[in-house]
């Protein structure tokens, strides 16, 4: 059990490592007649690649997908869609001299713990580029969503000290600065304060956040397989994550119940609406159909070019200088990975609920 | 699916409505000749059991659990464990009112949306009476971890405004509080917060913290089933938990990497050490040997007896007040509810390991 | 992992030893709002029980199930349903003996080779008791399917060397005589063998054959999780079981391709059906709509009263007679049995089968 | 949920039609520091290989398999194997007639049923090219379980009315004729009446017997994830498979108890045996320690070139005679697919049992 497979309906496996052959994923258990196309999922891929600014490492990758199997005259067929990207850039060489000892915020030494040896390139299947495999699936997961108009909205949040302004929130900007941050201003200061961090030789952390609209209310098991539950595994499945909050989140920790309490209301039109939600749109682990909201805190890259106290794999302490391409903070790049996790988290519970009632399995099969 | 199992080797089932004939659960896949007895239970479920303080429900729940099948002769045979709790003590006649609308920050709407109805009974399979069945659960998970000196430590970190001072710390307390705190002053000022919050038909919500020590290097399973996201799933599927961290947490956001990275050392014996531990024991999702520390954030008893707006299932708009037995804060008995989940995903992912490696295979099998 | 689970979305995980304190399942992911009651289950267990006739053990099970939750106002409410029987009647004693060498054809050997010890109380968890649990599970199936007009005929076809003849096929049999054979006159002809074979103190073996109608076309996931395939590993799960076959069965290995394939042709009103049906009623592990036919062979009793040769737990060479309470043939209380692990999966592989199409999805959430 | 995976810790997922861009499967699970090369995998796949004989189909396949992950410096990392095989010589205008009508014998009618429509390129999904990702897999089973001296003996024992002779059983035969008999004289036979069946436009079926030594005592989990459950789930699984029997097979239901229950006893060694085997090595669902031994019976190919009576897609009763290139008898090629299923079932099982002792799990932890 390497722990390679992720969901129970809208199953997904990767494979690869940093500078094997290839990066893929079998998606397994897509439902059939979803229109599918290469360009699709390269629209995703596209926005976690590397390379498009100073902040994000110089590694040139094309990572073009190749869908090989699954999909029948542009249309998905119920049976596994089998993704594949190429490895390309390889220059293994940068990392044979990492072989010898273990980085600091790595997983070499576990990797050694476990394993009894690693495949060294790179990080081999520790490397964020495993991300990949998950967001050419998360693609097709969001893909599906939208057939529900279920939709996301991800964004960096802060990086180091810098935090977006709400008042000056501006969606538009995603897109508009390498950062992905929804606020020009904060964008520019966090410019200034990663030119600092690489200048030292240093990287910086971040927060992420993802709001998500239109999850009809009753998605989620009860007990074990919350809405949330498998969120926070999602979420902190991506390498150099570290905290996880929903809704209110930490905060609710310091709050009163009148304060947290989110009250129901019916609107003009009869529907049920809430005053607040410090629930971030999930209560007792099952969606209330208002808007799911959950943040995600990532550690500084852990590669860093500034020398390091640590041990080799005889367990010689040594000082080590990380060579190699490194971003000074990842959070950029993962903005896709999360919103990724969350459409395949969403799409695999989505799919669990749809025989929770007897009147369901009726209408389905009773025509 | 409704999403009752948790773990994959060592696999708890658990079933129970808060006002049903009981609460149990099914441990399947323990190994056999682990000692076990009633007591070793009971002794968790005590941890749990409200009543205690009129910090917790005045509720009296005896929770004597029966052990009624995988035990025999004293030691675990290898094959299910079933554990059952009796319910006593129900006063339905409370909650039948709640049966005509939606308590706000509970799971009444939602059930209601998912399954077209609900056991409105004390908030049925959302309550959290059932995770008396995680603790029995727990206890037994524990016990194996405690045959190779894994161990817990887990205490209440802070409630609403106050948090214990690590200058104060005191392990001894945890018992001597009703509140779990290891810090005498701390508890003292908390109990007067929450007095206030009774008064004021108010309820606070806080932190849980656990550090787990003993955990061998190696693991926890790459990708999706990292020993971090497999916690975070865990302690997430705990009713009210909104937030979860791991070592440096959310702060690792604000942190540069020179900083947050751990680096090894050897020691005098030669055995590999951290000079800190932002990571919390883990790296790349694998266990690094070190101490695990994380954090779960709580958010306030959603059962006040102040009066809150919310609406009927008809969808009418009303104002309520909640009867019935309420915790002004829930840390104090969730912090062997924490411990357990903690302990059965380290279980489950201690099994997974065994036969990571060729050379384990062989060790066990060529005999 | 000890393998007490059976299925995905109908998932039921089933607990006990013959003589600990009791039997039990606990039933995940069965739909909302089936409505339920004890007398449903019991119906099924009683087809089960032994003691009703000369030909099967004179021990006395009430075998009483009691629905625990899961249940509310005489409807399922999607949350697990635990089901639990008492165990009576226990005569312990009869077996001590049994603990100290190993019954030829029992899992005495294989059990203490895989956990160091057994409890060899009754054979413990590889009783046939432990099929009680399935079978109370197997009515909820049956049930839920029965709202689909999904319905199953079972029956036994041989016992020894007597089967039933085509010719005297008649169905009100099953529930006349003792034998569970839907001919009046191979059951008599078989009551004499097996009253032969109590003379001799020896056991038949026999073989069950089950009809299942109403399946609608589509059920079964291609690949590994077919139809036929789940059907198989569901009833060779069963203890005693030694041979599967579906539709033309061993026989088809006889046959040549012409013989073999079953026409399709469209009826007067335009229904697809087939002119024979080899296949058993399933097409490339997927449900074709016809009767689906299976057949399972059962080995003789392994118990009986001969003296037989074997070793001690020491490892001696030793002769035993084994005393207790026997039943001479298994078929006619396997009839229940069959059917009810032929119900879980169908209902298993129905609720999987929801989630196949997009147009599935959009019929359920675009409402 | 489409049913690809296979196994829970030595894990399969395989993917790929028949003409699309390939097959291939991803083996997560297995464990670090197997010595592995794609020869290791080519060898199996060449047993599987079509267009050796004039008895099977004279399409030309390469299956050249890639190693694409997981296989680092020669030996398995313990990360996922990524395996995928090109698809060549495609002729799929042959096929574009079969989009039209629903063949006899195939899944053509079931796939449109469940799915909407289907790849009717060859059978996509469900086409026998699908085998070739679980033979690469198995492969590594195989390999896997050599290291323990497991082996496998695989091969036909009848085609049609003609069956091998236990006289002149003689393994060297397997790999001398294109009918993988091990009886030079039946394999005559067999060829003889597979040359009428040709010149008839007809097929045959038959049965494969596959032997499993070195299994030691213990595998195997008791209720449902019995040995030979498993193993009847994953040859049923194939295509084409009506029957499974295991030991004495369906002739256990003819024989008596006293016959029928293989006497244990010890030999001058104090090694435990058995008289006979007519369990096939398998008690309780819990490997024995002797020889397993199963067979599966095969339905005769259902694409043959003789004139049928089939409906088109859109209801119409019609005559067909199906093109291409089809095997007169699969038997032959599929010796190898259920020893690849053999395989993968009992290195899962041999994996789930590593943790199934607490001294099991002492010896590998506490070092």
Redesign the interface.
């Known amino acids: 059990?390497?722990?390679?497979?992720?969901g129970?309906?809208f199953?997904i496996?990767?494979?690869?490592?940093s500078h094997?052959?290839?990066?893929?994923a079998?998606v397994?258990?897509c439902?059939?007649?979803?229109p599918l196309c290469e360009e699709d999922i390269q629209a995703y891929l596209d926005r976690r690649k590397p390379g498009q600014s100073k902040f994000s490492t110089p590694r040139k990758e094309d990572d073009m997908v190749?869908?090989?199997?699954?999909v029948?005259?542009g249309?998905?067929?119920?049976?596994?869609?089998?993704l594949?990207i190429c490895n390309k850039n390889q220059r293994s060489a940068d990392y044979r001299e990492i072989a010898s000892y273990?980085r600091?915020?790595?997983?070499d030494?576990?990797?050694d713990?476990?394993?009894?040896?690693?495949?060294y390139?790179g990080g081999?299947?520790?490397s964020a580029r495993?991300t990949a495999g998950r967001v050419a699936a998360g693609a097709i997961a969001a893909k599906?969503l939208g057939?529900?108009d279920i939709s996301f909205c991800t964004y960096v949040k802060?990086i180091?000290?810098v935090a977006i302004d709400p008042a000056r929130f501006d969606l538009s900007q995603i897109n508009e600065n390498a950062l992905r941050m929804p606020d020009e201003a904060a964008a520019k200061c966090a410019q200034e304060y990663l030119q600092e961090?690489i200048q030292?030789?240093?990287?910086?952390?971040?927060?992420v956040e993802c709001c998500i609209t239109g999850v009809?209310?009753?998605i989620?098991?009860?007990?074990?397989?919350?809405l949330?539950?498998?969120?926070?595994?999602?979420?902190?499945?991506i390498?150099a994550?570290?905290?996880?909050?929903?809704?209110?989140?930490?905060?609710?920790?310091?709050?009163?119940?009148?304060?947290?309490?989110?009250?129901?209301?019916?609107d003009d039109k009869?529907r049920?609406c809430k005053?607040t939600n410090?629930?971030?749109g999930?209560?007792?682990?099952?969606?209330?159909?208002s808007e799911i909201i959950f943040r995600a805190?990532?550690?500084?890259?852990?590669?860093?070019y500034?020398a390091?106290?640590?041990?080799s794999r005889q367990?010689?302490?040594i000082t080590v200088q990380i060579k190699g391409r490194h971003d000074p903070v990842v959070v950029p790049r993962a903005v896709v990975v999360v919103e990724s996790m969350a459409a395949l988290t969403i799409a695999d519970l989505?799919?669990?609920?749809?025989?929770?009632?007897?009147?369901?399995?009726?209408?389905?099969?009773?025509t």
């Open positions: 059990m390497s722990g390679s497979t992720f129970t309906h199953k496996t990767t494979w690869g490592e094997g052959a290839g990066i893929g079998v397994d258990g439902p059939a007649g979803l190749v869908i090989q199997s699954g029948f005259e249309k998905t067929t119920g049976t596994p869609i089998s594949a273990y600091p915020g790595h997983a030494y576990t990797f713990q476990k394993y009894g040896f690693r495949d390139r081999g299947r520790s495993e599906l057939t529900l802060s180091g000290p961090c030292a030789h240093d990287s910086s952390g971040g927060v009809p209310a009753g989620g098991e009860p007990v074990f397989d919350k949330d539950a498998n969120l926070a595994k999602a979420i902190f499945s390498g994550v570290k905290g996880f909050e929903i809704g209110s989140g930490f905060q609710a920790a310091h709050m009163k119940g009148t304060a947290h309490n989110d009250s129901f209301y019916s009869g049920v005053k410090h629930a971030g999930i209560l007792g682990g099952i969606s209330d159909g805190a990532f550690k500084p890259t852990p590669s860093i500034a390091q106290d640590t041990i367990g010689n302490n989505l799919l669990a609920n749809m025989g929770t009632r007897c009147s369901h399995i009726s209408q389905l099969y009773r």
